[in-house]
């Protein structure tokens, strides 16, 4: 026999197993696994040759992926299943799954429910009503008489057809390491029917070391899967009703976590794409398909429609009115919409894509879900999705936005926080974007002061995350999650945008820099953002007192804040260099302080910040590029640039500023040659055809060209 259980219910466990061994029932558990050896090959292959499965049913074992997983498993090969009752709250969540959306690991609780309603509702329990360990000896005599009556008569458990040699599962016997071999055994078996059980077998086994234990991705896995090119296997897998939900399952792991590998791996979207699995997935979301299937294929699609090619073809295939009417349906989840959301702000970039969107009713379609939902904090990623797809929309419909509501909407949210948890970041920066593109258009800005806009604008500016203390600290010790502060970034161009054309937001802008002159505090993480735009800029030179006190704070407590606020007030090249060669109280030069600091806090906490630098150049980047500037003797701009090039080798987002910066760096010969090399660093990352234009030596003019396009390639990454 085999137990199914969550951790949090181990020592019930291992009473419950020491009682069974005692009494001559031989078992097996997550406990048991050999020092180095993978806990999912050893369990899979222990309940495959097992007879029956004790799953230890608590509220934590209803939100736990892997006993999800381990008891589909036992249902699918047919093995006797007895649960037994540890906690009786799981029965609140099979009841009522929509109250547990906000759990970890509940965001499609809805979804899996009903299934496992299904599973255990039809079994007998142990006991049927309260906890086993309320009277645990007589539980576990009746469990024992029960499990003596479901054992064979010779005490052997059934063995399954599909076994390899020795017993070993069928794929054991190919070269290669664990998870190429499973790829291999697909790619050889998938379309033969004799070997469809053992297919069963193997997807199961490959979906299961795709994730850790609780849940998390197993990176190395995933790596070792793509390398060995699973994607025409896959595409033909989701096709055959008897593997789709497991076929669809692992294609969703390897399309989200696949774009964390830099080395040519994170082509896996585009490489599944080009397979046709976009069309193929759409219509695994229809009426046809089970509930569980049409989640899987709708996760599966949200992170595969990252890339063009697959957003192009969801338009093409008559997705984009399917995903609004998802979004519309009062019988939908709420994982549902919130997922149609996702892909809908995958989608919305294209000129086509955003008219189709408008005609089918997007616009009507979300604020009917954030009047609905606004106050549910179960659908804030919803929520989150609805600003920023109707900031996009804003370029080419800007009054049917501004008019709609969701203006309102973004305005009350960036009020109702007073500091930002790391999981509402991107709620925030979605307000403050919606907010900034409205404020872009002359004709729609007009609107905002009579909205609240200027108040939460400046608001926000003055907002905390969670973590926030010492932010260089925070910053460099987070180098995973969402942008840190780019809700400020947002903030700062649109009051850039409104306090150029209307006084009344000129004056309010004036009124929160008294008050910040005036404060004792520190107030760069502030003005920084303020002050890379043109109008705010000006507005903060005008003050030569905080000036003073800002460059004196520089000399006693630099920060990484303070460092670009410095630069994004000089002038000219030649004030800046003032600045980036002296040496701070640490003995640390400036540039070195801030260069270093920023890249060893590198990830999406950082992405703000580097756009804000590379804005903060912006000037004397433009100079160079003009002819005015030499740079014979410069350390800086070289150093600059390497840290650049690996910045927009990263996955993160917002490289679109580095790239700006880094193709005016680059009219200069000795930056541009400099750049080739460090572009070439990871040549994998770039299209063949660029690769080899940069290698080969050629005239510094059409090395220019090969850059500009590697830059692109590289930004869109």
Not at 129 to 149: H, P, R, S, V, W
Not at 223 to 251: M, R, Y
Request: with cysteine; charged share 25%; aromatic share 6%.
């Amino acid at each position: 026999m085999v137990f199914s259980y969550q951790s949090t219910q181990v020592e019930f466990l291992k009473r419950l197993r020491a009682w069974l061994n005692d009494r001559g029932i031989e078992t097996v558990d997550g406990t048991q696994v050999p020092g180095g050896m993978d806990w999912r090959v050893f369990y899979f292959v222990a309940l495959k040759r097992a007879h029956i499965l004790l799953p230890v049913l608590s509220k934590s074992f209803m939100f736990s992926r892997a006993c999800e997983s381990e008891l589909t498993y036992g249902v699918d090969k047919g093995k006797k299943i007895i649960p037994i009752l540890c906690d009786p709250t799981y029965m609140d969540v099979l009841s009522y799954p929509e109250n547990y959306a906000d759990e970890p690991n509940g965001e499609d609780i809805e979804l899996r429910a009903p299934k496992m309603e299904v599973f255990l509702n039809s079994r007998n329990r142990f006991p049927a009503n309260g906890k086993f360990e309320d009277a645990f000896e007589e539980n576990a005599q009746n469990l024992l008489e029960a499990i003596q009556n479901e054992l064979p008569e010779d005490g052997s458990a059934a063995v399954e057809i599909g076994e390899g040699h020795g017993g070993r599962p069928p794929w054991q016997h190919l070269e290669g390491g664990e998870m190429e071999k499973l790829v291999k055994f697909l790619q050889a078996n998938y379309d033969k029917p004799s070997s469809e059980q053992a297919v069963a077998a193997c997807l199961k086994a490959m979906s299961s070391l795709l994730k850790e234990h609780d849940d998390q991705p197993d990176e190395k896995n995933i790596a070792d899967v793509i390398k060995a090119n699973p994607a025409p296997v896959l595409g033909n897998l989701i096709t055959n009703p008897a593997h789709a939900v497991d076929a669809v399952d692992i294609l969703a792991s390897l399309c989200l976590f696949g774009s964390h590998f830099g080395e040519g791996l994170s082509g896996i979207r585009q490489a599944l794409t080009d397979e046709g699995v976009v069309p193929r997935l759409l219509s695994l979301m229809g009426a046809d398909s089970s509930k569980e299937l049409q989640h899987k294929a709708m996760l599966a699609l949200s992170s595969v429609s990252r890339v063009k090619d697959a957003k192009l073809q969801i338009a093409e295939s008559g997705g984009i009115p399917v995903l609004i009417e998802c979004v519309r349906d009062p019988k939908a989840t709420t994982k549902t919409k919130k997922t149609a959301l996702v892909i809908l702000w995958n989608e919305v970039y294209e000129l086509e894509h955003k008219k189709q969107m408008v005609q089918n009713g997007i616009i009507e379609a979300i604020m009917a879900y954030v009047t609905a939902k606004k106050n549910d904090k179960g659908s804030e990623d919803g929520i989150k999705s609805c600003f920023f797809i109707t900031s996009h929309l804003s370029y080419a419909f800007p009054h049917e936005v501004s008019k709609s509501g969701i203006v309102e909407v973004a305005v009350e949210t960036i009020q109702s926080f007073e500091v930002v948890p790391v999981a509402s970041l991107q709620t925030i920066e979605g307000a403050c974007r919606l907010l900034d593109t409205i404020a872009a258009n002359q004709e729609t800005r007009t609107s905002m002061p009579g909205k609240g806009a200027i108040e939460a604008l400046l608001y926000s500016l003055a907002v905390k995350g969670i973590e926030d203390g010492n932010i260089q600290t925070t910053l460099t010790n987070d180098a995973e999650g969402p942008p840190r502060d780019a809700f400020k970034m947002r903030a700062a161009s649109a009051l850039n945008h409104l306090a150029g054309t209307i006084p009344q937001a000129e004056k309010a802008v004036a009124t929160y820099l008294s008050e910040l002159e005036s404060s004792t505090g520190k107030v760069e993480s502030q003005l920084v953002w303020l002050s890379v735009h043109p109008v705010l800029r000006r507005m903060i030179l005008e003050r030569p007192a905080l000036m003073r006190r800002l460059e004196a704070d520089l000399q006693t407590s630099p920060s990484y804040d303070l460092c670009i606020l410095i630069l994004a007030t000089r002038s000219s090249l030649s004030t800046l260099q003032e600045y980036v060669y002296q040496k701070l109280p640490s003995g640390t030069r400036f540039m070195d302080f801030l260069l270093d600091g920023l890249w060893s806090g590198r990830g999406h906490a950082m992405c703000a910040r580097w756009v804000t630098l590379a804005d903060s150049l912006r000037g004397a980047a433009e100079q160079l590029a003009a002819g005015e500037l030499r740079l014979e003797d410069d350390a800086f701009f070289p150093t600059l640039l390497g840290y650049l090039v690996s910045w927009i080798q990263t996955g993160h987002p917002y490289k679109a500023a580095s790239t700006k910066l880094l193709l005016s760096l680059c009219t200069d010969e000795r930056l541009g040659r400099l750049a080739v090399e460090k572009v070439l660093v990871k040549p994998n990352l770039l299209k063949p055809e660029t690769k080899l234009m940069l290698q080969q030596e050629r005239s510094f003019s059409v090395l220019s060209e090969a850059l500009k396009a590697a830059f692109k390639e590289l930004e869109t990454q």
